[in-house]
């Protein structure tokens, strides 16, 4: 791994952002400068070289001479920072390997670890395939993945705007990703809505309907006793789990939801007018295996906001929330 520096970097855990000189990497490099400005710590701006020029460094290499390749679109994207005017320290790394192995590697002991939602090169399939899924369950701290122009959301007040919207399982979102997302609503100084969803038993005498597009919020339906009364325990399970967090952030005003329904399908909808989704990261196969959720999965590939993917501290990631 080859570095530059614009500047000596600070000694609190930096802000990775993975570029590939694409417009998609250039809107998360962006997110990145602001969320590093509001946190205090430095970005580091990581690169992972194609194929061809790190081919063409090993075989100079070989042949007993230093390589001087430059690196043209770490060039190219620290003249984009230079001419925005940031003040946070930057570092700006030329990697070499895999992007799902590097990328990680880059933000072992970072605060996050925040990439565009497309690309080229590198992060072709980032979203779409095997790239972004491994990346969420392999980063060593919250990932943030940002949505490209197409699908992001306009939000007036610009990228600090919106409110933080959580995924919340009572009984199965670690402790890790509630406290994220109301440290995150806090220096944002936005509402904090925890989303809790559950599935209803089907009502006696229902008729059956023609499948609902995918991720599609049905509409509500009336509920019978016993589905009310699964609702109102919902609601003491998820102020029981809240309550130690909204005492240590009294200044976050929460905005807490249940309701019958999809989880994945009411977080996408609720993206469309927030400024961040965070979600847990993953659960343990039967076998062993770790597995990206499902919940996850789907809001990566269909959010309007960014979305913060974080681990539990049992996985091995760093901590801290985004700006």
């Not at 602001?34 to 430095?42: H, Q």
């Not at 130690?244 to 007018?273: H, I, K, M, N, T």
């Amino acid at each position: 791994m080859s570095d530059t520096s614009s500047t000596n970097t600070a000694s609190e855990p930096p802000v990775v952002v993975g570029v590939d000189g694409s417009e998609h990497s250039l809107r998360a490099l962006e997110w990145a400068l602001g969320a590093a400005e509001s946190l205090g710590t430095p970005l580091v701006v990581a690169h992972v070289r194609s194929d061809a020029l790190q081919l063409g460094a090993a075989r100079i290499a070989s042949l007993g001479t230093d390589p001087e390749l430059p690196d043209t679109v770490l060039k190219a994207v620290r003249t984009v920072v230079e001419e925005g005017g940031h003040s946070v320290p930057v570092r700006y790394a030329s990697l070499d390997g895999s992007v799902t192995d590097a990328l990680p590697a880059a933000a072992r002991g970072g605060r996050l670890l925040v990439t565009g939602s497309r690309g080229h090169g590198g992060f072709a399939s980032l979203l779409l395939g095997s790239t972004s899924r491994t990346l969420a369950m392999t980063a060593p701290c919250p990932l943030v993945v940002v949505p490209h122009e197409a699908r992001a959301a306009a939000l007036e007040g610009g990228a600090e705007a919106g409110r933080v919207l959580l995924g919340l399982h009572p009984e199965e979102t670690p402790d890790e990703v509630v406290d994220f997302a109301f440290e995150a609503a806090h220096r944002r100084g936005v509402p904090l809505e925890a989303v809790t969803a559950l599935r209803l038993p089907p009502q006696p005498g229902a008729l059956l309907a023609a499948p609902s597009p995918a991720l599609q919020v049905p509409p509500p339906l009336p509920l019978a006793d016993d589905g009310a009364e699964l609702v109102r325990e919902a609601e003491r399970e998820q102020e029981e789990r809240l309550r130690p967090f909204a005492a240590r952030w009294p200044g976050v005003g929460l905005v807490p939801v249940v309701a019958p329904g999809d989880a994945a399908g009411r977080l996408v909808e609720g993206s469309r007018d927030a400024g961040l989704l965070v979600v847990g990261r993953h659960h343990r196969h039967h076998l062993g295996s770790l597995l990206i959720g499902s919940v996850a999965h789907a809001v990566l590939h269909h959010a309007h906001c960014p979305v913060a993917v974080v681990p539990a501290a049992s996985s091995g990631a760093g901590a801290g929330p985004e700006a």
